[in-house]
């Protein structure tokens, strides 16, 4: 399945964009051997044509390990370095584009999405046509359930990177979570034909026909596929399971659930998941699974109650 958060899927978007940012660190290359504390003496004797020069030079230099200084804090998870070296890089270059779109990836995953959304609407203002501002700022939309905007910066990021799997795929899972399942099949379906290795999107597009409750063998096939691309894929095993669930094969059910907590063992959904199957077969072990996911995922029982997958004293209904 894909993760049920309704921030999670825009988040890891976040987390990706910033590690594709690493091309920044390309520039590094161009650092020169003297560091900006130690001024050569024969500076004092140089043109002013040359100092000038020599100023735009070392301004680019440290633009240059500001940015990078705030990507490498960023991957590490220590967002507040990463917002301040951001900041001090675009005091120096305030109509960078690349730098704002960093700040405000930096300032989504601190929870700061007001801030963000500036900085995302300004690198728009700058640069129309770059899709990855409008993806970025739609994200934050989406966060923030302003579902118009949301999927117009969408929509516009697709219009101009018809190409881009992620793109489409984003756009995917705001349909998802909107409960528009037609349409982020049909997302799902076009990213993967952009990019048919991406194990993700086949599970994305797996789930969404359980959440639909339609098309359960299709949703097996894709799932499979998911699988095949990545063995080791919980969260495919975890849909899997479901549609299993929704099959009535039960213990193929209890399988895939097995499965996917041996890989990722405090998975909410999938121990959730093993204790619908279980209740059905009449394993005792169900209560123990089903506590366990309440304990992880406090709402877990009333989000699943509202795709179909109900407790009964004697089983489950809704599947």
Known sequence: MTVR????????????????????????????????????????????AMLQQKAASDREVAITRFSVTCLDALTRGELDLAIKNCNLAIELDPSNVTLLD????????????????????????????????????????????????????????VLLDPQNALGIELRGHFFQARGEYTSAIADFTRSIALKPD?????????????????????????????????????????????????????????????????ITPELATSLFGRGLAKLRTGDATARLDLAQARLLDHGIE??????????????????
């Open 5 to 48: 958060l309704p921030a999670a899927p825009y988040k890891s978007h976040h987390v990706l964009a910033a590690a594709g940012l690493f091309l920044l660190a390309l520039v590094v290359l161009l650092w020169t051997t003297r560091g900006l504390s130690y001024p050569n003496p024969a500076d004092v004797r140089a043109p002013a």
């Open 102 to 157: 960093l700040r405000g990836n930096a300032l989504v995953l601190a929870g700061n999405p007001g801030k963000a959304l500036a900085d995302f609407s300004r690198a728009i203002v700058l640069s129309p046509a770059d899709p990855n501002s409008y993806r970025y700022r739609g994200n934050v939309y989406f966060m923030l359930k302003r579902d118009a905007l949301a999927l117009a910066d969408y929509n516009r990021a």
């Open 198 to 262: 991406e194990a993700r999107t086949w599970n994305s597009r797996c789930w969404t026909r359980v959440l639909a409750n339609r098309e359960l063998g299709t949703a097996l096939a894709d799932c499979d596929h998911a699988l095949a691309l990545d063995p080791r894929y919980a969260n495919a095993y975890d849909s899997r399971g479901y549609v299993h669930v929704r099959m009535g094969k039960f213990a193929d059910a209890i399988a895939d659930f097995d499965h996917a907590l041996a």
């Open 302 to 319: 009333m989000r699943f109650a509202a795709i179909g997958f109900r407790l009964k004293a004697n089983g489950i209904s809704g599947t």
